[in-house]
Every structure is written in C-alpha cells, then in structure tokens.
C-alpha cells in the first residue's frame, strides 16, 4: 500500500478491490483519463476533476469525503455531468 496522492492524467486506472488507494487527495485530469471504481468502494480526500470522469457501476460504489456522507458514484455523474467538466476547466 502507499500513502501518497492519486493523479490519473491518461487512461484508466480501475479498482481491484475496495479502498484500493489511499484516502490522499485524488486528481484526474487528462482528456480520456478515468478513475473506475468498477463496483467497489474507497475513501478519499480532496477530489480534483478535470477533463477526466470518475464511473463505477451500480451497486455500493461511493466516494467518501471526509467530513462528508459518501457519495454514491452514480449520483455523482447524474448531478454534475453536465457542468462541472467545464466550470472545472474555468470555461462555466
């Protein structure tokens, strides 16, 4: 295991078990670049999205901020998939 933050800048990096990173800040941010948490759960700090997309399946998949309820990956998507690449990107 390690420690450290979690930057995805080009292609996937897909979960193989829950809690697979650390619970350091996660950035992804590369057109094409993705954070697939499959069907499995972890607790992160701050998430940073740019030009990327976090997908997961349904089911218990979540993000889990600290000081916050988790957040179901699917609701994520459905409620910000429309503004926040761009408001992110500084274009919103």
Do not use: R
């Not at 972890?42 to 218990?60: C, E, Y």
């Amino acid at each position: 295991s390690y420690t450290g933050g979690t930057t995805v800048n080009k292609g996937t990096f897909a979960y193989g078990i829950a809690n697979a990173i650390s619970t350091a800040a996660v950035t992804v941010n590369g057109i094409g670049a993705a954070l697939n948490m499959g069907t499995y759960s972890g607790s992160v700090g701050a998430v940073t999205l740019t030009n990327g997309s976090i997908i997961g399946t349904t089911g218990g998949d979540a993000l889990e901020l600290p000081g916050e309820a988790p957040i179901a990956i699917t609701k994520l998507d459905t409620a910000h998939e429309g503004w926040l690449p761009a408001y992110m990107a500084g274009q919103a």
